[in-house]
């Protein structure tokens, strides 16, 4: 299994422009999520998905979209990209064990971001 | 605002010392602890977790101990060695929306010097 991937890993952009990281897992885990990592604020959740067809906002989700149409993939677009957008962006996935709170989530590579 | 506050943000210990990390929260519903452990230029990958029923949780080198009073709980390393450096992150989870959310600390940066 290649776990979660992420393309690309690294990615410079003009402000303004769109771009999408993409995000694939092939441990058919129901649950996926985007993080952005920041220097000295740890990892936030951007959005997140429960299933295919459903998802949902995160803690810092302005300025981004995401669609999840098939069980595998879980892109994440960028509209209209700024520098405030600069950071590592972290896709992860898993599985619902059935109990509240007692699961793990696999991590990909991330994507380093730069919008100048 | 931060739910869960981690300190230190560096740590430097010697190789064979112990490394301590501790974490706060302000939640009580979160249900789930865990630490992750990121490798430069890696995803987070997770170390050890706990819940709020136990107050202590030990795997090999590694130990959480758990204070459910003081809404506290931290990482103890023992006998650390060099390929432990890396970044520790202490999270929170609570079920919210059809999903388990961690809330994730600012991290600590250790530095084993053999």
């Known amino acids: 299994n290649a776990g979660v991937t992420q393309t690309p890993k690294f990615q410079v952009l003009k402000t303004g422009q769109s771009m999408t990281l993409q995000c694939a897992q092939d441990?058919?885990?129901?649950?996926m999520s985007w993080y952005r990592q920041d220097p000295g604020m740890g990892l936030r959740l951007i959005h997140y998905?429960?299933?295919?067809?459903?998802?949902d906002q995160g803690e810092v989700p302005n300025g981004y979209n995401v669609s999840r149409s098939t069980t595998e993939d879980f892109p994440l677009r960028l509209l209209s990209a700024a520098p405030s957008q600069t950071s590592v962006y972290f896709c992860?996935?898993?599985?619902?064990?059935?109990?509240?709170?007692?699961?793990?989530?696999?991590f990909g590579p991330g994507t380093r971001l730069t919008v100048t | 605002q931060q739910q869960v506050k981690q300190s230190p943000q560096s740590l430097i210990v010697q190789k064979g010392g112990i490394s301590i990390i501790n974490c706060a929260y302000e939640?009580?519903?979160?249900?789930?602890f865990p630490w992750y452990q990121q490798f430069p230029g890696k995803g987070p990958a997770l170390l050890i977790a706990?819940?709020?029923?136990?107050s202590e949780k030990k795997e090999g080198r590694f130990t959480i101990s758990f204070n459910k009073s003081a809404k506290q709980f931290s990482l103890h390393i023992m006998d650390s060695q060099p390929g432990d450096s890396a970044t520790y992150f202490c999270a929170a989870s609570m079920f919210s929306g059809g999903y388990n959310k961690l809330i994730f600390g600012a991290g600590t940066r250790l530095a084993v010097h053999p």
């Open positions: 441990m058919n885990h129901e649950y």
């Open positions: 706990i819940r709020p029923d136990v």
């Open positions: 992860a996935s898993s599985y619902s064990t059935g109990l509240s709170g007692s699961y793990e989530q696999y």
């Open positions: 939640n009580t519903a979160f249900d789930y």
């Open positions: 998905s429960v299933g295919a067809g459903i998802t």
